[in-house]
């Protein structure tokens, strides 16, 4: 049995082209959150989707429903709630699955995407795990193990969590980390991609879109290098799956991660997927119950993927809620999500633009970023600047949004950064740039300068 959750966006499905605003007003009323007040009662206007996104009503509905009406241990119970509540899991795994375009049994839940990667970084190191992985391919056992000699390559706009667990994978191992640098337009510098990512290439790891930048790179160019040396590749997908159309057999990468917390979903999930010859080849991250095959006091044999992943209680209840956000976004349509993006994204960039004193990081084209805009303001701290819009009602990120090493290969020690969702207007925006112009009268910079 599995509860039936109506998904739909209030604002319908339309077909084609970008949100009216009659629909993203439509929208807007689903989120409970944005109905509050800041700041001495005035309205919020929520641009920090990418660090967290705001949840519509039905997702946290089918969270609290679950509690409410199915709530037992899965996998495990032979009485009806656990019944139930098994049928609500694997089904939010299927939802998740098709969201993305995977087959159910590659979606690994996890409690956050830093975990998801983690887990792939941590199989790279313990690959020949004695006894887990019997009847496997050595093939593809082979791919898995790193050594002195191997080398690791990253980009410099990596999000920590897709750079230190492979730094520390390089300092277990004795491989050789080594990265893609960037243009002074915030793209990567693909000039020595050859011979960056040679025969020596173990795993290439990058993101699909910078969570500072919102730069879109270009997975085609590098996963068909990566293959070209046979290396692995490993897709930050935090800021893409949100916002684009995202589909695991078209990118063509071996593993990819994302969170729930930034698609509409709850906090404390992430999803990796993975090619189902390599999960199976992957030695378990975490041991205990709920993943084992066999136990006797002499040792253990494994379940196959995702449940030897899965170790422990899952995380049920924020699994449904999440398969109900892919079903909100699968209604309003993941085009029509980017087609929204953009246009407000013109609006922000050309804002930005016509402040001399603002100075923006990454490309200056809508169409070549996703999500968000990181800039500074000269001579201004960035959490000055986010003070001052936040008296305004207006939330934005500020500091170095876990991309220390992206900051100073730009040349800023921080930055403040607004980042759009589907229920964002073109009139939020223009009072984001209205409560900017307060920072150069405060801080007493010429507004032509």
């Not at 190191?125 to 093939?139: I, Q, R, T």
């Not at 997975?219 to 800021?239: F, N």
């Not at 899952?314 to 087609?339: E, H, K, S």
């Not at 939020?428 to 405060?442: M, N, S």
């Amino acid at each position: 049995m599995t509860t039936t959750y109506d998904a739909s966006p209030a604002a319908g499905s339309a077909s084609g082209g970008a949100l009216s605003a009659a629909e993203v007003e439509r929208i807007r009323a689903d989120f409970p959150l944005l109905r509050r007040t800041v700041r001495a009662d005035r309205p919020l206007v929520y641009l920090d989707s990418g660090a967290t996104s705001q949840k519509p009503a039905v997702v946290l509905d089918a969270e609290r429903r679950f509690y409410e009406q199915h709530n037992a241990a899965v996998h495990r119970g032979a009485h009806q709630l656990a019944e139930e509540a098994t049928d609500e899991f694997e089904h939010a795994r299927e939802r998740v699955a098709r969201f993305v375009g995977a087959q159910t049994d590659e979606i690994v839940f996890t409690k956050n995407a830093t975990e998801a990667i983690n887990l792939v970084a941590y199989a790279f190191s313990n690959a020949g795990f004695d006894g887990a992985l019997d009847g496997v391919d050595p093939e593809v056992a082979a791919r898995l193990r790193l050594g002195p000699g191997d080398e690791i390559v990253v980009t410099e706009m990596e999000h920590h969590a897709n750079l230190v667990p492979w730094q520390e994978l390089s300092r277990r191992t004795g491989a050789t980390l080594r990265w893609i640098g960037l243009t002074d337009d915030g793209r990567l510098d693909l000039t020595d991609l050859d011979e960056l990512v040679n025969e020596h290439t173990k795993v290439l790891a990058f993101a699909h879109v910078s969570n500072v930048l919102g730069t879109i790179n270009p997975v085609a160019t590098l996963v068909e290098r990566a293959k070209a040396v046979g290396a692995l590749t490993v897709l930050d997908a935090c800021q893409s799956v949100p916002h684009l159309p995202v589909d695991v057999a078209d990118l063509g990468v071996d593993f990819l991660a994302f969170s729930g917390h930034k698609m509409f979903g709850p906090l404390g999930i992430g999803v990796l997927w993975g090619r189902p010859e390599l999960l199976a080849a992957m030695p378990p991250f975490i041991t205990g119950g709920s993943m084992i095959e066999t136990v006797r006091m002499e040792g253990t044999t494994y379940a196959p993927p995702p449940q030897r992943f899965e170790a422990g209680t899952p995380v049920v209840a924020q699994a449904v809620a999440l398969g109900v956000a892919c079903d909100y976004l699968d209604a309003i349509g993941m085009d029509r999500v980017r087609a929204h993006d953009v246009e407000l994204l013109k609006v922000l960039l050309d804002g930005l633009a016509e402040r001399p004193w603002v100075r923006v990081l990454g490309p200056l084209k809508a169409e070549n970023r996703s999500g968000a805009v990181a800039f500074e303001v000269d001579g201004v701290h960035p959490h000055d600047v986010g003070q001052i819009l936040d008296d305004s009602g207006v939330a934005v990120r500020t500091g170095h949004h876990c991309a220390w090493p992206l900051h100073r290969r730009m040349r800023v020690t921080a930055s403040s950064r607004a980042s759009v969702a589907a229920y964002n207007t073109v009139e939020e925006i223009q009072t984001f740039l209205e409560a900017l112009d307060r920072v150069p009268e405060v801080f007493g910079i010429a507004k032509g300068a």
